[in-house]
T-cell receptor, first 116, second 109 residues
Framework: DGGITQSPKYLFRKEGQNVTLSCEQN?????MYWYRQDPGQGLRLIYY???????QKGDIAEGYSVSREKKESFPLTVTSAQKNPTAFYLC???????????????FGPGTRLTVL | LAKTTQPISMDSYEGQEVNITCSHNNIATNDYITWYQQFPSQGPRFIIQGYKTKVTNEVASLFIPADRKSSTLSLPRVSLSDTAVYYC??????????FGAGTTVTVRA
């Protein structure tokens, strides 16, 4: 089955600890994205990557870091510098970043991070 | 970035048609209009995308007037399982899209 996976589904961490969220896709997509969603809110873009070994900051990149060493993987690290990390994190991928017929974002199931 | 405005919530009943209108007055020439659906604790799912006039697929229709300053997502004969948040997005590139609060559609029996 082709798709995008995120693990784990639920994650608990103590304040001050870094934590890495996994995102893998086997859709052969060039572009990948990380979003954050808070209760009752829309999605906010953290980082995106248009191609392997390249990534760009989104609207709320402070306190987060990413890597894109492989086409299929785009892990997100939530660092201790992120002041309010408890949220629902969503990873997505698309053929490329351009809008147009046939180019949609495919989302993973999400990881709910709770910092205690 | 093109800003979108859509209703916060809408209520409907099973079997009815639901129409959600999104305003995007400053849409740019190269911008597409895209709609996503999101269920609680899940990632959004692509519904439909268009540039102008009308687009229809097996799930919904998208109506775009000539001036492209608004668009209407039409969900025919909704069921309880269509209860979700619907997002209207406008942009040329995926990384420029803004998922606002969306429209919460509640379908009742």
């Amino acid at each position: 089955d082709g798709g995008i996976t995120q693990s784990p589904k639920y994650l608990f961490r103590k304040e001050g600890q870094n934590v890495t969220l996994s995102c893998e896709q086997n859709l052969n997509h060039d572009a990948m994205y990380w979003y954050r969603q808070d209760p009752g809110q829309g999605l906010r873009l953290i980082y995106y990557s248009q191609i392997v070994n390249d990534f760009q900051k989104g609207d709320i990149a402070e306190g987060y870091s990413v890597s894109r060493e492989k086409k299929e993987s785009f892990p997100l690290t939530v660092t201790s510098a992120q002041k309010n990390p408890t949220a629902f994190y969503l990873c997505a991928s698309s053929i490329d970043t351009r809008q147009g017929v046939g180019n949609e974002q495919f989302f993973g199931p999400g990881t709910r991070l709770t910092v205690l | 970035l093109a800003k979108t405005t859509q209703p916060i919530s809408m209520d409907s009943y099973e079997g009815q048609e639901v129409n959600i209108t999104c305003s995007h007055n400053n849409i740019a020439t190269n911008d597409y209009i895209t709609w996503y659906q999101q269920f609680p604790s899940q990632g959004p799912r692509f519904i439909i995308q268009g540039y102008k006039t009308k687009v229809t697929n097996e799930v919904a229709s998208l109506f775009i007037p000539a001036d492209r300053k608004s668009s209407t997502l039409s969900l025919p004969r909704v069921s309880l399982s269509d209860t979700a948040v619907y997002y209207c997005l406008v942009g040329e590139d995926d990384y420029k899209l803004s998922f606002g609060a969306g429209t919460t559609v509640t379908v009742r029996a």
